[in-house]
């Protein structure tokens, strides 16, 4: 079975990778706490996060790992790529502190998951990026006791009206619609699937 090295600090990341992966792909964990890049684009925190984990010799095995934005419409696409840092900051709470007031289409949100992927040692070989979103938009208040981050606030439509947000979803039903789950699963089929010979475009 193909071994492949997540590197973050977030166990709740590598959970839902590993019922993604099942018997597929053994998942190690690498619990390294590299730099918080503030970048205006996912794609450039995620790429550049992976380049600086290898040219460090963090890790000598092929590695991934992944950074992920909610883009809300009322606020210009605020946190984006600074989703962590602000999490952090103001949390659940201060996202809807800034929405109050703001209904419907302005409420429209949209989660994105980049994952960078090493399988070379070599600085001269860029990472592999696969990238994943999920629609929906930001609920009235939290609501839902799983998932972790943004999840109790950022409600995903599922059709003939019904919506939950991912905190009221199990780990399973998550993975299947989440913007992590899309782009981890795209990792996924690119390790099981692709010939070496064809491995060299990003993955979107």
């Not at 706490?33 to 380049?51: F, G, I, K």
């Not at 800034?98 to 429209?108: I, P, V």
């Not at 990792?187 to 064809?198: A, K």
Request: net charge negative; charged share 30%.
């Amino acid at each position: 079975m193909k071994k492949i090295v997540f590197v973050t600090t977030n166990e709740n990341k590598v959970k839902e990778l590993r019922e993604l992966a099942g018997t597929k792909i053994n998942v190690e964990h690498l619990n390294y706490d590299y730099p918080e890049l503030q970048l205006d684009e996912t794609e450039a925190v995620a790429r550049e996060s992976a380049n600086w984990v290898r040219e460090r010799g963090v890790v000598k095995e092929p590695f991934f790992l992944e950074d992920s934005g909610l883009f809300v419409r009322a606020l210009n696409g605020f946190p984006g790529p600074f989703s962590a840092f602000v999490a952090e900051k103001i949390g659940n709470e201060g996202i809807l502190k800034l929405l109050a007031g703001k209904e419907g289409e302005e409420r429209r949100a949209t989660f994105k998951t980049v994952v960078a992927f090493c399988e070379s040692p070599s600085p001269e070989t860029a990472p592999l990026l696969f990238v994943g979103t999920a629609e929906g938009k930001i609920a009235e208040k939290p609501r839902g006791e799983g998932g972790f981050g943004y999840d109790p606030i950022f409600e995903f439509e599922e059709g003939a009206g019904t919506s939950r947000t991912f905190a009221e979803m199990s780990r399973a039903e998550k993975n299947a619609v989440s913007h992590r789950g899309r782009a981890f699963g795209k990792l996924l089929d690119y390790l099981v699937d692709v010939e070496p010979s064809s491995r060299t475009k990003n993955r979107t």
